[in-house]
């Protein structure tokens, strides 16, 4: 598609990304499977930690965070 760049890395160091959702901006949500943790990754580069799902158990093995989504209104 005229305009995606493909194979560019827009942010290191997550912990098993595993759920994806993109916002309006382009930008995109990211959770961690193990962690709960939830990054905000810039569509230019860069990331920064947006909160985080406390009662995911790391120790759970398939129990982890499995998805994201952003609400139909945002």
């Given amino acids: 598609a005229a ?5 560019r890395v827009l942010a290191r160091d ?3 990304p595993w759920g994806l959702a993109f916002l309006p901006s ?3 949500l ?3 499977r193990g962690t709960g943790r939830v990054h905000r990754v810039d569509r230019t580069g ?4 947006v909160g985080r799902i406390e009662s ?3 120790d759970a093995g398939e129990g ?3 998805g994201i989504a952003v609400s139909p209104g945002f």
């Avoid at 305009?3 to 194979?7: K, L, R, S, T």
Wanted: glycine share 24%; aromatic share 0%; hydrophobic share 40%.
């Fill in 3 to 7: 305009g995606v760049e493909v194979g």
């Fill in 14 to 16: 997550l912990r098993i």
């Fill in 26 to 28: 382009g930008d995109a």
């Fill in 30 to 32: 990211v959770g961690e």
């Fill in 46 to 49: 860069g990331r920064r930690l």
């Fill in 56 to 58: 995911v158990d790391p």
């Fill in 64 to 66: 982890g965070l499995l």
